[in-house]
């Protein structure tokens, strides 16, 4: 049995909900950099003079660094290791959040979204793997759901700076993020360990050691070269007896692609135009940030909550209920804004659902791939699903300049996620946790 298998079957140690908290940690960052820019839009908007479609320009130009790094950079964690890659993506990230805080154009600002973007991109594709790896088959769910949460955690704390700063100075706003970072940088160089599925596939020096220390911190038994070299020949066996695995993996992979666009569509336009469309809906830019929080705040509750419903049904089911939940809620949430007090508590309930979405959709990835593949097939799902990032909040701001009101670019983003139902159907028959034979197969 390889040390990936092992793992799963086990119980989970402290160890590794340690390593679950870091990877939350990190994810915090991605939350608190888009709510950063969120939040900030009506004043950045105001100093720099912008239209709504160079505001929706100059948030997806951070999403656009974050694609070309998922697509592009992340696959070198199956290389290097993810450990390497997520340092430097840390050090990216906290010169573009410092960068972006000193601006003193948009184009300057820009340039530092993007690098941002760069950072972050790494991160999330990385963390999102080293999660699921070292978390069980029974708590895989629910550790991607706390995981996932962080998100919000981060958002949330991105609002309450923005909240403090309203009529003051936005950027604090970033050097806050930008010292968030730096400090995710020296806790990560200092606890987080390699994964020890790439340690286990790639071999490189002092393998056995590392794997070795990493499974005593998670009171496993310690393996031998000769059952690093068995894992080998098995999974050198396996690979020529399935020579068309990567035939059988395009249809997933494009599946998984599709649940990624629709979902982070819906997700960045929620998180992203929120605000601004709510000022221009006539509310004060403080109730504009006190909806906008409500929706982080739900979010750090709906990752954990669709975690522990995937405990109970597959996570794929589950992600379903949710992504047509949240169509439904988002439509709900935009008529009801007028009272502020519906509209924060319908909100929580919005941003638990999209959050719960997002987790979904790191949950049901990683399983579909191997070990040696995972993160390159989850880089790539993330970069795709970028895509849709990229293009919800453009799209809005063109069509915000050409009449759209706040209800019908909620309507038309609510559609768009619940077509994510669909996409999910069609990857029944090749979810490995619908599918227990596919699981073996790839799991082999």
């Not at 894992?231 to 695995?245: F, K, Y």
């Not at 601004?276 to 929080?293: C, I």
């Not at 849709?388 to 009449?403: E, N, Q, R, Y």
């Amino acid at each position: 049995m390889n040390i990936t298998a092992r793992i799963s079957q086990a119980p989970m140690s402290g160890y590794q909900w340690l390593i679950v908290a870091l990877c939350t940690f990190m994810n915090c960052l991605d939350g608190f950099d888009v709510m950063a820019v969120a939040f900030t839009g009506p004043s950045v908007t105001e100093e720099f003079a912008l239209s709504g479609s160079e505001f929706g320009l100059l948030v997806s130009v951070g999403l656009i660094g974050m694609a070309i790094d998922s697509m592009l950079l992340a696959p070198f964690a199956d290389l290097i290791g993810r450990r390497p890659l997520i340092l430097i993506s840390l050090a990216l990230g906290t010169i573009g959040m410092f960068g972006a805080a000193a601006a003193p154009s948009v184009t300057v600002m820009g340039v530092s979204r993007f690098i941002t973007g760069i950072g972050v991109g790494s991160i999330l594709a990385s963390t999102n793997v080293i999660a699921s790896e070292f978390s069980n088959a029974r708590n895989r769910g629910l550790a991607i759901g706390i995981y996932t949460a962080g998100y919000g955690i981060g958002a949330t704390a991105a609002s309450l700076v923005a909240k403090a700063t309203v009529g003051g100075d936005w950027r604090i706003v970033f050097y806050a993020g930008g010292v968030g970072t730096l400090l995710a940088l020296i806790v990560i160089a200092l606890i987080l360990p390699e994964s020890v599925a790439f340690l286990e596939q790639r071999r490189p020096n002092r393998a056995l050691e590392r794997i070795n220390r990493t499974l005593a911190r998670m009171r496993m038994e310690s393996v031998t070269e000769a059952d690093l070299d068995r894992a080998a020949a098995t999974r050198l066996d396996t690979e020529r007896a399935g020579s068309g695995w990567l035939k059988q993996l395009l249809t997933p992979t494009i599946l998984l692609w599709l649940v990624f666009v629709t979902i982070m569509f819906g997700f960045y336009f929620v998180n992203s135009w929120t605000p601004t469309l709510l000022v221009e809906e006539g509310l004060s830019e403080s109730a504009a940030v006190t909806a906008g929080m409500a929706i982080s705040i739900g979010g750090t509750v709906g990752s954990v909550l669709y975690g522990v419903a995937a405990r109970v049904r597959t996570p794929r089911v589950v992600l379903i209920g949710f992504s047509l939940l949240s169509a439904a809620m988002m439509i709900v949430f935009i008529v009801s804004t007028s009272a502020l007090w519906l509209g924060f508590g319908i909100g929580v309930v919005v941003g638990a659902l999209i959050n719960g979405c997002i987790a979904g959709a790191y949950t049901v990835g990683p399983p579909l791939y191997p070990a040696n593949l995972r993160s390159v097939g989850m880089g790539w799902a993330l970069g795709m699903g970028r895509i849709g990032a990229i293009l919800s909040p453009t799209i809005a701001g063109m069509l915000k300049d050409a009449g759209a009101s706040a209800t019908q670019l909620y309507v038309g983003a609510a559609i768009v996620v619940a077509a994510c139902a669909l996409v999910l159907v069609g990857l029944r028959r090749h979810d490995p946790e619908s599918t227990p034979t596919a699981k073996e197969t790839l799991a082999a």
